[in-house]
């Protein structure tokens, strides 16, 4: 399915994964007739869809995965919506929230220039719950998103709206605006370096006695009412301690369910490129090996551990031993390396910087700036004009809904941003489920507009709270359901319940009841999607577009199943997260050992390359691009002066031309060239390492298959690094949607569904607080810790100025010449290698789904899948 309005660059990962589960039989729900051919019940009979392996976050404002977003959509109605070509769309015969919108631009370019947009809102929209969809909806949703504690991926606070940087810091002065949240991380940094400080002194003073934690604590206590007095810094050490180490303890309860399931795909090779398999059988002895307690020894081929002399006995080790044993061993004596050096450092930066803020906000009660100017309910008061019409100040029934008139939104923003109106075609969400009494009652217009301005706690405990996070809420043409049906009352284990996504038809939806009652969505596995297919478990399937699978799907015809291939809209990519691997010459070096055409090659004619980080269905794409890492064991490139420096002056330097190939020991000379040139040195096993960072790394495979296009690549790639001293694994993983939502993958692959917008904010602008960032490793960077990322931090600097130029013109070309050179940029960062572009397949059951009921072929694009209007979509009912 397709969202009508591509709100987020969403993560799709490439395989579907988890266990296939059975719909119930129908129960003489459907029946056959005479003339043999069965008919089915709109009323009765579900349409079921497969959807990937689910991360379970159903919040409009929280979800990041594509499946979860996917959903997340079903329940929901956007501001606009958009057509095949990926114009905007808006009016009465769309299901949206805007009858009508006027984009008004005013002043002189460079000086006072603004651009209005007036949203005339419907005034018949109701949420599943019958309620009616008013402006205070809109607003709330705004307000939400715009506030500066909300920490989800939506980018609205991007926009340059008039007023809108002076409410998120309450800073009239534009200087200090743009340092507002800096202040909050110098104060962060200065608490984490006084525990830093304080741990040094201590463990220097008592470090003999071998402390433990509570030891430390005692001590820490005692260290900090000697020194407060002295500095400010160390009044929260005792508390940060304890914030710290309880991070610490999640970070590894995360590091051990990420090893769970995953020991039977690890390998290892002794010198001579013997390969070992299943030496590990259990999930301790994974994590251990993770963590670097456990580590094979190239040289003498054998695994070796410096917790114990025999390290087959850890096979009998249980989970609390192993994870109680490390932390024992980190806390407090590699305190230090865990607060500046471990994931557990960007949380516990990120939680001192909220912190800070909430409690600079709550001690100033009295806002300066109460509201966003340029967010106006523009006929609260007076009537106002769009497109020719007055509409005068509304008239309202009991109940808060519009009885006469439409209400008005108005956006105001400085000069000109051609993403603003996407930014603006958000989802509305309705105020009575993700607010709560106390500030719904407050609700003014003028201060209050149901949300409790700069509070984390307000996010996480009534936008998102759990409850809400299993069950999504909207006005969309489904509501959520549960087996037995129903809309009320609905939990989270209704919802989602053993693999299936529960709906019924919203009956208040705007463009009227959707014809089929019933929907669910079904994780499904790639290796059965085609099987459930056949056997009638699903009638909607998106399975991976290879010649073999189009070919078998069209001698299916006769049998009721037809398919359709679709343009897509995103691209397929290999990420390397640099908090993880953080050193750039190392991210080159994996970048130039893959071989991206066999990523093509598992689509044979359905894909073709792709070498820059965008989508070639946008007008943006920069023509001609060529690899800007090519591949090591390819040929040599003809134009050398847009590949990576390194590699461009190491194959100069050998006399290589155009077409030439590099030898193994060639390819193997650059790549210790590039590692021994980073500082790293071999160790007693035979890997390289620098400091406490060992080039061990897994490389994940989303799914539990090697089914998938990147699997010969990432595997062929690990074999290359593997003979120079590297210690790569590549592994499926059917949990790694989750994982990459929260950062915690190394190099994956994965694909990108894109927006119809070429805008680059989301994904890679500094400021960007989706999670996106958190994949490339952006908050390690940013953070710069020991300055050992510069590099990196310049280029984003750079990148970030080129991604807001490209915003302040709507020029297609201009804006097509700026997206070249951060394209290019990004490449530099070595976070994101480019893979292929494809079709999107799918498949259906023709004759349960009436094929004349979904999206006809003239309309279908990138932009506009079979079932976008899902309303629509019939079963075959007798006439």
Not at 299 to 308: G, I, M, P, R, T
Not at 325 to 353: F, G, Q, R
Not at 508 to 520: C, E, H, Q, T, V
Not at 827 to 850: G, H, S, V, W
Request: aromatic share 12%; glycine share 6%; net charge negative.
């Amino acid at each position: 399915m397709k969202n009508k309005v591509f709100h987020t660059r969403l993560i799709i990962l490439l395989a579907v994964i988890a266990t296939t589960i059975f719909v119930t039989g129908c129960n003489c729900k459907s029946c056959k007739k005479d003339d043999d051919k069965t008919y089915y019940n709109n009323e009765v009979d579900p349409l079921v869809f497969s959807t990937q392996e689910l991360d379970k976050v159903f919040n409009p404002f929280f979800s990041t995965t594509g499946p979860d977003s996917n959903v997340v959509g079903m329940t929901q109605i956007g501001m606009l919506g958009n057509d095949k070509n990926g114009n905007i769309t808006y009016g009465d015969s769309e299901g949206v929230v805007t009858k009508d919108l006027q984009i008004v631009t005013e002043g002189t370019e460079d000086k006072d220039q603004t651009t209005t947009y007036y949203f005339v809102l419907k005034n018949n929209i109701k949420f599943s719950n019958g309620s009616a969809l008013t402006i205070k909806d809109v607003l709330f949703n705004l307000y939400v998103y715009l506030d500066p504690a909300y920490t989800g991926s939506s980018t609205i606070y991007s926009t340059d709206i008039v007023g809108l940087k002076e409410y998120r810091t309450q800073e009239a002065d534009e200087t200090e605006q743009d340092s507002f949240k800096l202040k909050f991380q110098v104060e962060a940094e200065a608490r984490i370096q006084a525990l830093v400080d304080a741990t040094v002194e201590i463990l220097e003073e008592h470090g003999d006695s071998k402390p433990d934690k509570d030891q430390f604590r005692e001590y820490l206590i005692a260290y900090a009412a000697e020194f407060e007095s002295i500095s400010d810094n160390f009044k929260n050490v005792v508390k940060d301690y304890d914030k710290a180490i309880a991070l610490f303890k999640e970070e590894l309860e995360t590091d051990y369910n990420n090893s769970i399931d995953t020991y039977e795909d690890i390998t290892f090779s002794d010198k001579n490129g013997k390969v070992y398999k299943n030496l590990l059988t259990t999930d301790v002895e994974v994590f251990l090996y993770n963590e670097g307690y456990l580590e094979w020894n190239k040289e003498e081929a054998k695994l070796v551990s410096s917790l114990v002399n025999d390290p087959t006995t850890l096979k009998k080790w249980t989970k609390e031993q192993a994870i109680n044993t490390i932390y024992a061993d980190k806390i407090p004596n590699a305190l230090e390396e865990v607060v500046l050096y471990w994931n557990t450092s960007i949380k516990l930066n990120d939680y001192l910087v909220n912190e800070a803020m909430e409690a600079y906000f709550q001690n100033d009660t009295n806002k300066e700036f109460p509201n966003i100017s340029g967010i106006q309910f523009a006929n609260r008061t007076s009537s106002v004009t769009v497109n020719n019409v007055t509409y005068p100040v509304p008239v309202y029934n009991a109940d808060g809904s519009v009885k006469e008139g439409n209400e008005v939104l108005s956006i105001k923003i400085k000069d000109v941003d051609p993403k603003a109106i996407w930014n603006f075609a958000f989802s509305v969400a309705p105020m009575y489920y993700y607010s709560d009494a106390e500030h719904i009652a407050k609700f003014d217009y003028v201060s209050n507009f149901g949300v409790e301005y700069a509070s984390q706690t307000f996010m996480n405990e009534v936008v998102n709270s759990p409850a809400k996070i299993g069950v999504p809420v909207g006005a969309g043409p489904y509501a959520a359901s549960k087996s037995s049906g129903g809309l009320d009352n609905i939990t989270a284990g209704d919802f989602y319940n053993l693999g299936i996504v529960y709906y019924e038809r919203n009956p208040y939806y705007i463009l009227g009841p959707a014809k089929i009652k019933k929907l669910r969505l079904q994780v499904v596995s790639s290796s059965q999607m085609l099987n459930s297919l056949y056997n009638g478990e699903i009638d909607f399937i998106e399975p991976n577009a290879k010649p073999e699978t189009i070919d078998e799907l069209d001698s299916k015809k006769e049998d009721g199943f037809g398919n359709k291939s679709i343009q897509t809209s995103g691209y397929g990519y290999i990420g390397i997260n640099a908090g993880k691997v953080p050193d750039l010459a190392i991210r080159q070096v994996i970048m130039h050992s893959i071989n991206t055409q066999e990523c093509v090659n598992y689509y044979k004619t359905t894909a073709t390359a792709i070498h820059r980080s965008m989508s070639m269905s946008s007008w943006a794409y920069p023509k001609g691009a060529t690899p800007y890492y090519p591949y090591i064991g390819g040929a040599v490139p003809e134009d050398l002066s847009v590949v990576n420096p390194a590699y461009a002056s190491y194959v100069r330097s050998l006399g290589k031309k155009a077409g030439d190939k590099l030898t193994s020991a060639e390819q193997e000379t650059f790549i210790r060239n590039q590692v021994e040139g980073a500082g790293y040195t071999l160790n007693a096993n035979g890997v390289y390492y620098k400091g406490n960072h060992i080039l061990k790394y897994t490389f994940t495979i989303a799914g539990d298959e090697t089914d998938h296009p990147a699997w010969q690549a990432l595997f062929h790639a690990s074999e290359i690094l593997n003979n120079v001293g590297f210690q790569i694994n590549v592994s499926p993983d059917s949990q790694a949607l989750t994982k990459l939502a929260s950062g915690d993958l190394t190099v994956w692959a994965a694909a990108w569904g894109s927006t119809i917008d070429p805008d680059m904010y989301q994904v890679y602008h500094k400021d960007s607080n989706a999670t996106s960032v958190l994949n490339w490793g952006y908050k390690q960077i940013l953070l710069n810790t020991g300055g050992k990322y510069d590099t990196e931090v310049a280029l984003i600097n750079r990148l970030s100025d080129l991604i807001d130029a490209g915003r302040k013109t709507n020029n297609q070309d201009e804006r097509a010449a700026i997206y070249s050179q951060a394209l290019d940029i990004v490449m530099q960062l070595a976070i994101e290698l480019p893979t292929y572009q494809r079709n999107d397949l799918f498949a259906y059951n023709t004759n349960k789904i009436d094929v004349n009921s979904l999206t006809p072929n003239a309309d279908l694009s990138p932009y506009k899948g079979l079932t976008s209007d899902l309303h629509l979509v019939s079963l075959v009912e007798e006439k």
